[in-house]
């Protein structure tokens, strides 16, 4: 017989974890943004985004990203223990991005990690663990 998903497995896991993927992903964007928002400026492929533009007010982005980040938190408490730790491991990787792009060449690969880092959660959440 094949097994879909682990014992433990909650049908409800499959809505919170694309809400919480939005949510996680769309604070580092929001982070990103916050960040670079000097940067942003200086470049013309870059300065009619919503900061740099002035259509929206640093305290706004931030007080959005606040926001997003609370959905992941509260997304993230529904899971077990493993996601909860590999939720943090992600957030530090998004928190990280903007100020690897001014150390390396290659932020596209570092990037390429942090969006794919949930294929981990989804492993987890359907096994019950990661193993190697």
Do not use: H
């Not at 730790?85 to 990690?113: C, D, H, S, W």
């Amino acid at each position: 017989m094949v097994r879909f998903w682990s014992s433990d497995f909650k049908k409800e896991w499959y809505i919170l974890f694309i809400i919480g993927s939005f949510a996680i992903l769309g604070a580092g964007a929001t982070l990103n943004d916050i960040i670079d928002e000097k940067i942003d400026k200086s470049y013309y492929s870059s300065m009619t985004r919503p900061i740099p533009s002035g259509r929206i007010c640093v305290l706004s982005a931030i007080m959005y990203f606040v926001f997003q980040t609370f959905i992941a938190f509260f997304v993230c408490l529904q899971f077990p223990e493993m996601v909860k730790v590999l939720t943090l491991i992600e957030f530090a990787l998004i928190a990280i991005y903007p100020f690897m792009k001014r150390i390396m060449n290659f932020t596209q690969i570092y990037l390429g990690l942090i969006v794919g880092f949930p294929v981990l959660f989804s492993y987890c959440l359907f096994e019950g663990t990661i193993t190697s």
